[in-house]
T-cell receptor, first 118, second 108 residues
Framework: EPEVTQTPSHQVTQMGQEVILRCVPI?????FYWYRQILGQKVEFLVS????????KSEIFDDQFSVERPDGSNFTLKIRSTKLEDSAMYFC????????????????FGAGTRLSVL | RKEVEQDPGPFNVPEGATVAFNCTYS??????FFWYRQDCRKEPKLLMS???SGNEDGRFTAQLNRASQYISLLIRDSKLSDSATYLC?????????FGQGTELSVKP
């Protein structure tokens, strides 16, 4: 069964450092997403990406964050200067292109990257 | 009012019990709803999607009440392996908005 893969599974970094979280979405999917879950809290939307550009981003996704699809398979999330409060699980998700209504697209999640900022 | 609100639980039930969770949402324009299951420190996994009044899959039944803006999940004959956190979410223009999840613990 095709799946979304994320690397690394755990990333430890010092405050102020840049991190890049990597994702390989399901191969025939065209919509890509990043979500974040701080320990003990709910899963929160960060950004959606379609056709090589950001479709929508949340208030959390400020200038410190960026996304990129550098090639035909990878989808990355970069945090330029990490803060302690960026410590969280980061989930990548993907969904097929819409047949009728985009809202009905099922999103499949990767196993996540646990980011620890020290 | 929160966009999606769930009773955090935990719900502690014996094996074989029937348990129901409710989820309320504030956006009356929402059309698509989902129940995901999340095991501890793992990714959300889709359990069920609900686009009309409800959906059923084996022991799991989801009901949508648009007038009252809530969606429910019923689990019949619960198994030990059903122990997890159940996330209610709706799709808003392509992004998923989740509640904080309801924790279920099924005991022998």
């Amino acid at each position: 069964e095709p799946e979304v893969t994320q690397t690394p599974s755990h990333q430890v970094t010092q405050m102020g450092q840049e991190v890049i979280l990597r994702c390989v979405p399901i191969s025939n999917h065209l919509y890509f997403y990043w979500y974040r879950q701080i320990l003990g809290q709910k899963v929160e939307f960060l950004v959606s990406f379609y056709n090589n550009e950001i479709s929508e981003k949340s208030e959390i996704f400020d200038d410190q964050f960026s996304v990129e699809r550098p090639d035909g398979s990878n989808f990355t999330l970069k945090i330029r200067s990490t803060k302690l409060e960026d410590s969280a699980m980061y989930f990548c998700a993907s969904s097929e292109r819409a047949r009728t209504e985009r809202d009905k697209n099922i999103q499949y999640f990767g196993a996540g990257t646990r980011l620890s900022v020290l | 009012r929160k966009e999606v609100e769930q009773d955090p639980g935990p719900f502690n039930v014996p094996e074989g019990a029937t348990v129901a969770f409710n989820c309320t949402y504030s956006n009356s324009a929402s059309q698509s709803f989902f129940w995901y299951r999340q095991d501890c420190r793992k990714e959300p996994k889709l359990l069920m999607s609900v686009y009309s009044s409800g959906n059923e899959d084996g022991r799991f039944t989801a009901q949508l009440n648009r007038a009252s803006q809530y969606i429910s999940l019923l689990i019949r004959d619960s198994k030990l392996s059903d122990s997890a956190t159940y996330l209610c979410g709706h799709n808003q223009g392509g992004k998923l908005i989740f509640g904080q999840g309801t924790e279920l613990s099924v005991k022998p």
